[in-house]
């Protein structure tokens, strides 16, 4: 129903009442007795009454029929008395029929128009709700707006996140959904960064401050969901879980809480100095973005790269000096530890990756391999098939092996690795391996 026509005009004598009860005026008539209206319609006791008179309106409705108050007060009482001209029938419910005030409307001259109008007069413009609702998507459209600008993997996730609700949950209207959309997409669009930077820094750079990217946040939110869909982070919670995720982007809480565990890297004198002792060293973020450059790229040219610290720390203990350069992720790649193998890469070392043979390992390895090109170190199907059936046997006094757990995931350089797992389901640790993870590491197999 269209709440912008007006009701045709009638004749005092309402004989045209029942017809003008449909009709639904969005701006208030200029020949409405706005003093006697306010009077006798705006009497508090027939507040409920108007309220209801405009839901109909809002919807669409024909004002027909009677609106019903259940337990109506005396004042409420009073007011339909004064209204009507006569008191309401008796009973527990006060019901006021919507073409009787109409006529009594027009008859008086208070409303000429009837009750749609005298709504209208006394209450302000009504809008449809179907109308309102489209309003509301359009500007929700316009708000996604910037979501149209990203590519590939984030304009998947951009799908997602409508899909879902996310950003309505955050911002709650259009408008404020706006600026935090722009925002958040001119953020993604500068990610990753590189080198890592402060949060704080990044965000004073590309966004509104320093303070736009803090925790708990819109924004923040936001942009670490798209984060996520970047790097492939996988799912998790906490705040160390949260500071990993921003750093997989290369944005850091500090440059000093992000560090690598490395075992015989060479290059500058803290390096040289643990290598010719065989011992591992934390090299922290800090260190890596200032001499990363010095870090020498092994004479070999090839650099081993585990997930597990009793690795690196097997390695050392078994060949000391003599170990080949050896990274240990510690789980998710650390900013710390995607500086270093990027840099050592792009200047011609080639990595060696190895991980546990399960979902989250090979989570990890995928991540990795989207920052830096590797190459698998015992890591693919038949290594997996084999290293199943050393497991097996030494799981058979307890006549278990452990079983994987978790959501598969892809294995794109092996896909015959990731269905291997599905189809025998056991999990190996990299330390039910070291035995052959040694052996490519002693002297012998240079």
Not at 404 to 424: I, Q, V, Y
């Amino acid at each position: 129903m269209d709440v912008n026509r007006p009701t045709p005009p009638t004749g005092r004598d309402g004989g045209r009442a029942g017809a003008a009860a449909d009709a639904t005026p969005a701006e208030a008539r200029t020949d409405v007795d706005a003093e006697r209206l306010g009077r006798l319609l705006g009497d508090p006791g027939l507040t409920w009454f108007v309220d209801r008179v405009r839901q109909r309106m809002a919807r669409g409705r024909p004002l027909t029929g009677s609106v019903t108050l259940a337990d109506p007060d005396a004042s409420q009482r009073r007011a339909a008395e004064r209204l009507l001209g006569r008191a309401p029938r008796s009973g527990d419910s006060l019901g006021i029929r919507l073409t009787a005030v109409d006529a009594v409307l027009r008859r008086s001259g208070v409303s000429p128009d009837g009750l749609a109008a005298a709504v209208v007069a006394l209450t302000g413009p009504v809008v449809l709700h179907a109308e309102a609702r489209s309003r509301e998507e359009r500007a929700w459209e316009e708000a996604y707006a910037p979501f149209g600008t990203l590519e590939g993997e984030q304009a998947r996730w951009a799908e997602r996140i409508r899909a879902d609700g996310l950003v309505r949950r955050l911002a709650r209207t259009p408008q404020a959904a706006g600026p935090l959309v722009e925002a958040a997409v001119r953020a993604l669009r500068a990610l990753p960064a590189s080198p890592p930077v402060a949060r704080a820094t990044f965000a004073a750079r590309n966004l509104s401050g320093a303070h736009a990217l803090d925790e708990g946040t819109p924004l923040a939110t936001l942009v670490l969901s798209g984060i996520r869909s970047l790097t492939g982070f996988p799912d998790g919670s906490g705040a160390q879980w949260r500071r990993e995720a921003w750093a997989s982007a290369g944005l850091l809480k500090d440059d000093l809480s992000s560090t690598v565990l490395t075992l015989n890297l060479r290059g500058v004198p803290p390096l040289d100095w643990t290598a010719d002792a065989g011992e591992p060293t934390v090299l922290t973020l800090r260190f890596l973005t200032r001499h990363a450059p010095a870090v020498a790229v092994p004479v070999t040219g090839t650099v081993h790269v585990c997930e597990n610290p009793a690795v690196l720390s097997a390695a050392a203990d078994a060949f000391g000096p003599a170990c080949p350069p050896l990274v240990c992720l510690q789980g998710q790649p650390s900013a710390a530890a995607l500086t270093l193998l990027h840099d050592l890469s792009t200047r011609g070392a080639g990595l060696l990756y190895h991980g546990d043979f399960d979902w989250g390992g090979v989570r990890i390895a995928a991540a990795l391999a989207r920052s830096v090109p590797w190459r698998p170190w015992r890591y693919e199907a038949a290594h997996y098939r084999a290293a199943v059936a050393v497991a097996a046997a030494a799981a058979a006094a307890a006549d278990a092996a452990p079983g994987l757990t978790g959501r598969p995931a892809e294995t794109p350089w092996d896909p015959a690795l990731a269905a291997s797992l599905l189809e025998l389901g056991v999990r190996v640790e990299e330390e039910a391996v070291l035995d052959d993870l040694l052996a490519d590491l002693g002297p012998g197999a240079r």
